[in-house]
């Protein structure tokens, strides 16, 4: 499909790396996936293990983190590629910034491990009461007690959990202060006796869900990750990353379908001609490249702007916001072109429709991002 962004050729050159790599390694495991079969975290980790072997490990991490040391703007272009497979390519080696500052301890226990990808974590910040207002909702709360912490409440929805050993858990340690100076992150391992799993909630984009309840569970004076009252920060500052890559999957996706779309509206003869000479069909292609061109440009603008060391919240709000709002869109569009073969579950554009539904909640709802950050910016 032609691409109206010209990128650098190193930038293509990476991508065309990540694109041998999915090929290879995740295309097979998308067509297990459209066979039925369930799949684990745990085969995902043959194509991890080549991402790393190839120089694809913890994308922009420096060198002496083990990572790849990439520009942000390499980093999202390699994201959109892993992202064409329904099974996308992981590149391990990520860290929720807190750990990077920890004690000596903190880091050979947790952040190596992390860093090496023989530990995974989860991040437990959303509760019963609502995910889109953490600031004002989280009620679970972490005390002093002889020189430990104790937490005390639960969370909810959290994604990961089977896989993890540890979880980041976000507490209430000043109930006046709250999200200004008042909510601190905490390592909880997953074998603490004062931790609970409870239900395992299924999703309609598959991925599986955990609630989980602190029945006084007490964690060492230094589970505290980062600064003491500073967590709401840092888990804002971890989620303003994460919407980037959000952004830059989402897009991957969209392109995937939109190729789709083009490929059986070729194909697809109705009414004595083929399905690409309807101007309907024609509209959906054209509305959906035009929008995709858009929100990529969206991208890569707060990529480079990453790389040149600016702050992006709003700009990753808003690339989260379009790329995720804009998949939905086309994913629609694509499942309509391709009739009932569309929403059959060998196909994968009916995996992502129930994917891609999600997207538009976790890491900030579409709401919050539109009107908690791009509309403060502009009207407060
Ligand atoms: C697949 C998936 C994975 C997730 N993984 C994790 C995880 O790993 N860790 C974790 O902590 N949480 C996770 N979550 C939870 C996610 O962060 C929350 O679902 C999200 O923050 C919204 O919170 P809520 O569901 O409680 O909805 P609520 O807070 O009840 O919000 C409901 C709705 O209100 C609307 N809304 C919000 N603000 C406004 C506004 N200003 N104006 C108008 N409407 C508004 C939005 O449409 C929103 O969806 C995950 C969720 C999903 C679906």
Redesign the pocket.
Same mark, same amino acid.
């Given at each position: 499909m032609y691409d109206p962004i010209d990128l650098p050729e190193e930038t293509l050159a990476l991508k065309g790396l990540a694109r041998q790599l999915v090929t290879r390694f995740q295309m097979p495991l998308e067509e297990r996936m459209l066979q039925g079969e369930t799949l684990t975290w745990e085969h995902d980790l043959p194509g991890t293990a080549a991402a790393k072997e190839a120089g694809l490990w913890g994308l922009t991490l420096p060198e002496e983190w083990g990572g790849a040391n990439l520009s942000a703007f390499d980093r999202v272009a390699i994201e959109e590629e892993a992202s064409r497979s329904l099974v996308p390519l992981k590149f391990g080696g990520t860290v929720f910034g807190g750990l990077l500052h920890g004690s000596d301890t903190q880091k050979e226990e947790y952040l190596y491990p992390v860093l090496a990808g023989t530990k995974r974590y /989860? =991040? #437990? +910040?959303? *509760?019963p009461g %609502?995910? #889109?207002?953490?600031g004002r909702?989280i009620r679970t709360t972490a005390r002093r007690k002889d020189g430990r912490w104790v937490i005390t409440g639960s969370? !909810? =929805? !959290?994604?990961?959990v089977t896989q993890a050993d540890f979880l980041i858990v !976000?507490a209430v340690t000043d109930a006046k202060r709250r999200q200004r100076g008042g909510i601190t992150n905490f390592i909880v391992d997953k074998s603490n006796p004062g931790l609970h799993l409870g239900r395992e909630i299924q999703?309609i %984009?598959g991925?599986l869900?955990h609630e989980m309840f602190f029945d006084e569970c007490e964690v060492p004076a230094d589970a505290v990750v980062g600064t003491e009252g500073q967590g709401f920060h840092d888990a804002q500052f971890a989620l303003t990353n994460a919407r980037l890559g959000v952004g830059a999957a989402s897009l991957g996706i969209t392109g995937r379908a939109l190729e789709m779309m083009i490929d059986q509206a070729r194909q697809r003869e109705l009414f004595g001609s083929p399905l690409s000479s309807k101007q309907a069909t024609q509209g959906y292609v054209t509305d959906s490249w035009m929008e995709l061109h858009q929100a990529r440009l969206a991208l890569y603008n707060a990529a480079h702007r990453v790389d040149q060391g600016k702050d992006i919240r709003v700009e990753a709000s808003m690339v989260k916001l379009l790329g995720t709002e804009l998949a939905g869109r086309v994913l629609d569009r694509a499942v309509q072109v391709h009739g009932a073969a569309g929403v059959a579950l060998d196909n994968p554009l009916a995996h992502w429709y129930g994917m891609q539904r999600? /997207?538009r909640? &976790? *890491? %900030?709802?579409?709401? !919050?991002h539109k &009107? +908690?950050v791009l509309a403060r910016k502009l009207l407060a």
């Open positions: /989860a =991040f #437990a +910040q959303t *509760e %609502g995910g #889109a207002d953490p909702t969370k !909810v =929805f !959290v994604s990961n !976000v999703t %984009g991925m869900l999600m /997207a909640l &976790y *890491e %900030g709802p579409t709401e !919050v &009107y +908690q």
